[in-house]
């Protein structure tokens, strides 16, 4: 399926309606010693064309329409003309032209995605006879994402978990996100208000951006990419069962350290022909601290990390 954007006048977002008059009602010449009859007067109508653009971009009228429904009032808030445009597969272009009565008219616009109202509009405008008139009608989303929350800083590579509202899950939209301007190589939506998101390179700070259904959400600015993490407070240490060992760590982003990185503390296997991997919990986790109780005897790595970004020690407990 085809993507609409609505352009008038080389605008995203917006109906071109042009109204030009039609011919008027001329008399016909009657035969010779006839007297031609005269027709009932008619009100003087004029031509409005809605044309309608269906590229694949960003945009905000949503990806999935394929049918706009317009209705035209007169003044006096009677309905004059009705027209409805879809989207055929490979058409670029769509269009309607309605006759109407000329005068003060007002429009409105309902976009759909099969039976779903995604995105509505009204605008006003006048119909004069034998002149042209021009009116932009902008569509806004019915489904606007927003961002709600996510944490301050990660490496490159660490997901990261986002909340808001209208991430599109219920709809199956298509959901994307930015973060620093740079796109999230993945994208996992759970919900409706939940997704999680890839942390992208190429940036030192910016803002978090979702996309759902070809609408953007406002920026929400404050993540930081974290750019090092120091090795850790030890580089090895030997363990009995029930001991508690401290650690520590520094993560840097483009502005010097900070006081609470986004890391997750794990405890790996040593290697493939390890005889007995150890066991134990971290507890106290404060980003760049916590403490480790070995449970089990064996051998592992101790590492912090935070996407590719990570700092480890060796770990044996007897």
Known sequence: MRHPWISSGGLFGALALVACSAPGNALKSAAPGVVAPVPAALPPTGELLVQVAWPRRVQTIPYSTNLIDLTVDNSLGALVATASISQSTGQTTSQATLTIPAGDISVAAKGFAGSTLVAQGTATGSVAINRQAQVALSLTPVYVPTVSSFPPNAGPGALIEITGS????????????????????????????????????????????????????????????????????????????????SLSVTASDSAGAVSAPNLTWELLPAGANVYAMASGSFSAATGSQTVFTASATGSGILAAQSGTLSATASLVVQ
Do not use: H, K
Request: glycine letters at 10%.
């Open 166 to 245: 209208n991430f599109g899950f219920s709809r199956s939209v298509p959901v994307s996100v930015t973060i620093g301007g740079q796109p999230s190589p993945e994208v996992w939506c759970s919900s409706d208000s939940d997704l999680e998101a890839e942390v992208p390179s190429g940036f030192a700070s910016g803002s978090v951006v979702v996309t759902a259904d070809g609408v953007l959400s406002v920026p929400a600015s404050g993540f930081w990419l974290l750019t090092a993490v120091s090795p850790l407070s030890t580089d090895s240490a030997t363990l009995s069962v029930g001991q508690a060992l």
